[in-house]
Structures are given as structure tokens and as C-alpha cells.
């Protein structure tokens, strides 16, 4: 009788096997299977941060063509800088403060440094490129915009998320962008600014996520509203295009992965490569 051993010697082909093969087969032992209103939900990440990237260019759009005064900028991102660090505390009634041991105060003179070193550097941020055409100052500008798109942890378990890569792609962005402005004043607003809404903003946003799903499902839906209404002022094809692309983004591409999620035909079976399951620490020591 044939076994399944390469140790002895049997009258068949190296690669013989007989019809109990395939009774060890499985298919799809692994799958995960997808709620539409649950990767609907997880979709908001992605939603937010694109809407985040539009904020921030139509913010800079605004201050470039004198729509927007850098006075007005600051004191709305200061309002709602306090009233996010207010909901921050609020949404776990303080425990995530308590837990990190960091104090208000430690919190306030951060933010003091950092606003000090960038209005002290904001002159030298408004020169910095001047030797570079403009052009080049935009094509850069997207791709790391673009790149903080690609490698922002929306909560995937993956080798390309990177959020301190993705940070710093977006204030690198922030930084050609404002050294195009009129003024230092307007360069130190744009880089501040910048700061708020790619990494003080997604860190409210988990805190929203994972304690209040309702309000988190609130604030993305108004975000993304807000964003495209800021966007008709500027083009109406480009708000409908990103309306589009949007909704694509929470609607379509989930349906689209529940039924990609039917068709998955992943088989297991006695030819999968060995999986030494006993614990051998013991042999290193």
C-alpha cells in the first residue's frame, strides 16, 4: 500500500498518489467574510483623508488669490484646534490622558515651541525655493500629496503604511506650497495649518472611530460635505468629479469587494508547504 513517506522504498513513481489525495482538500479556510455596511464604514478613512487633502489645497487656492486672509486662517484653526482638544477629552472623559501621563501643560508648551520655531523659521520657509519655477513647485506638491494618499495608515496591517513618511510627505508639501504665498506671515499660517489638519485631525478621528461610531460617521459625512461645497466655489466639474470619486470610494468599491469576495476559490491541501507548529525555543537556548 502506497504511503506518503520519502524514507522507504515503494513500487511507485516518485510522484504517484492514489484517491485519498484530495480528501484532505479545503477551500477557503482562510476567506473573511465582509459585511457592506461594516467596509462602508472603514471606508470613512479614506474618504476623511481625501477630503483633508482638498481642504488644505483649496485653503492655500484662497489665500494665493487674496480670497483668504491669513489673520481670518489662524484664528478659525486656533477655535477649532481648541474645540477638538476639547472633544478629544471629552469623548473618554480623559482616560487616554491619564493613561499616556501627559498634562495639559506639557500639551500647551508644545504647542507654544512649535509655533514659535515655525514663525521664526517662516521667512526662511518663504525663501527656500525661490530658485525653483514654480511649476516644479506644483508637480512636487502633488506627488506628495499624493504619496501621503498612498502610505497613510487608514488601519491596514500592511508593509507600505508608514505614518510618519506620510506626514512628512504632506508638510513637505505644505512647505513648496507656501513659499509661493505673498508673505512670511502667509507661509507660517499655511505650514500651522498644515500641522492641524494632517496630524493633530487623524488622531481625533481614531479616537472618534473607535469610541463613537455615530459621531465618526457625523463628522466624515459634514467633512466631505464641506469639502465639496468649498471645491464648487472654485470648479463645479471638479466638485462633481470628486462627489464622484467619493462616493465610488464608500459605495461602489465595497460592493464591488463583497462580490469580488464570492469568487475566491483559495484550496488547501497535503501539498501546502509544511508549517512546523511545535514550539523549538527550546533549542536556542
Same mark, same amino acid.
Given at each position: 500500500?502506497?504511503?506518503?513517506?520519502?524514507?522507504?522504498?515503494?513500487?511507485?513513481?516518485?510522484?504517484?498518489?492514489?484517491?485519498?489525495?484530495?480528501?484532505?482538500?479545503?477551500?477557503?479556510?482562510?476567506?473573511?467574510?465582509?459585511?457592506?455596511?461594516?467596509?462602508?464604514?472603514?471606508?470613512?478613512?479614506?474618504?476623511?483623508?481625501?477630503?483633508?487633502?482638498?481642504?488644505?489645497?483649496?485653503?492655500?487656492?484662497?489665500?494665493?488669490?487674496?480670497?483668504?486672509?491669513?489673520?481670518?486662517?489662524?484664528?478659525?484653526?486656533?477655535?477649532?484646534?481648541?474645540?477638538?482638544?476639547?472633544?478629544?477629552?471629552?469623548?473618554?472623559?480623559?482616560?487616554?490622558?491619564?493613561?499616556?501621563?501627559?498634562?495639559?501643560?506639557?500639551?500647551?508648551?508644545?504647542?507654544?515651541?512649535?509655533?514659535?520655531?515655525?514663525?521664526?523659521?517662516?521667512?526662511?520657509?518663504?525663501?527656500?525655493?525661490?530658485?525653483?519655477?514654480?511649476?516644479?513647485?506644483?508637480?512636487?506638491?502633488?506627488?506628495? +500629496?499624493?504619496?501621503?494618499?498612498?502610505?497613510?495608515?487608514?488601519?491596514?496591517?500592511?508593509?507600505?503604511?508608514?505614518?510618519?513618511?506620510?506626514?512628512?510627505?504632506? !508638510?513637505?508639501?505644505?512647505?513648496?506650497?507656501?513659499?509661493?504665498?505673498?508673505?512670511?506671515?502667509?507661509?507660517?499660517?499655511?505650514?500651522?495649518?498644515?500641522?492641524?489638519?494632517?496630524?493633530?485631525?487623524?488622531?481625533?478621528?481614531?479616537?472618534?472611530?473607535?469610541?463613537?461610531? /455615530?459621531?465618526?460617521?457625523?463628522?466624515?459625512?459634514?467633512?466631505? +460635505?464641506?469639502?465639496?461645497?468649498?471645491?464648487?466655489?472654485?470648479?463645479?466639474?471638479?466638485?462633481?468629479?470628486?462627489?464622484?470619486?467619493?462616493?465610488? !470610494?464608500?459605495?461602489?468599491?465595497?460592493?464591488?469587494? !463583497?462580490?469580488?469576495?464570492?469568487?475566491?476559490?483559495?484550496?488547501?491541501?497535503?501539498?501546502?508547504?509544511?508549517?512546523?507548529?511545535?514550539?523549538?525555543? /527550546?533549542?536556542?537556548?
Amino acid at each position: 500500500r502506497w504511503q506518503k513517506v520519502l524514507y522507504e522504498r515503494q513500487p511507485f513513481p516518485d510522484n504517484y498518489v492514489d484517491q485519498r489525495f484530495l480528501e484532505e482538500l479545503r477551500k477557503n479556510v482562510h476567506a473573511r467574510q465582509y459585511r457592506y455596511q461594516a467596509v462602508v464604514f472603514q471606508s470613512g478613512a479614506v474618504v476623511q483623508q481625501l477630503c483633508s487633502v482638498c481642504v488644505f489645497v483649496l485653503t492655500w487656492w484662497y489665500m494665493d488669490a487674496g480670497m483668504l486672509s491669513p489673520q481670518g486662517l489662524f484664528g478659525a484653526a486656533l477655535v477649532s484646534s481648541l474645540l477638538g482638544y476639547v472633544l478629544f477629552d471629552a469623548v473618554d472623559g480623559g482616560a487616554g490622558r491619564w493613561a499616556s501621563g501627559r498634562t495639559r501643560w506639557a500639551d500647551l508648551k508644545s504647542t507654544l515651541v512649535f509655533a514659535a520655531f515655525t514663525y521664526g523659521f517662516s521667512p526662511v520657509l518663504k525663501t527656500l525655493t525661490e530658485s525653483i519655477s514654480t511649476d516644479t513647485i506644483y508637480a512636487m506638491s502633488a506627488l506628495m +500629496l499624493l504619496g501621503h494618499l498612498i502610505f497613510f495608515d487608514y488601519g491596514a496591517n500592511a508593509a507600505i503604511v508608514s505614518s510618519t513618511l506620510s506626514l512628512n510627505m504632506a !508638510i513637505f508639501a505644505s512647505v513648496c506650497l507656501a513659499s509661493r504665498l505673498p508673505r512670511s506671515l502667509h507661509a507660517f499660517v499655511m505650514v500651522t495649518f498644515a500641522m492641524q489638519i494632517f496630524a493633530l485631525w487623524p488622531v481625533l478621528q481614531k479616537k472618534l472611530k473607535a469610541r463613537t461610531p /455615530r459621531c465618526y460617521v457625523g463628522v466624515t459625512v459634514l467633512f466631505a +460635505l464641506a469639502a465639496l461645497a468649498g471645491l464648487a466655489t472654485v470648479s463645479s466639474v471638479g466638485a462633481v468629479l470628486f462627489a464622484s470619486l467619493l462616493l465610488a !470610494i464608500s459605495c461602489l468599491c465595497p460592493y464591488c469587494l !463583497i462580490r469580488l469576495q464570492l469568487l475566491k476559490d483559495n484550496i488547501h491541501g497535503p501539498w501546502d508547504e509544511a508549517e512546523i507548529k511545535e514550539d523549538l525555543s /527550546r533549542f536556542l537556548t
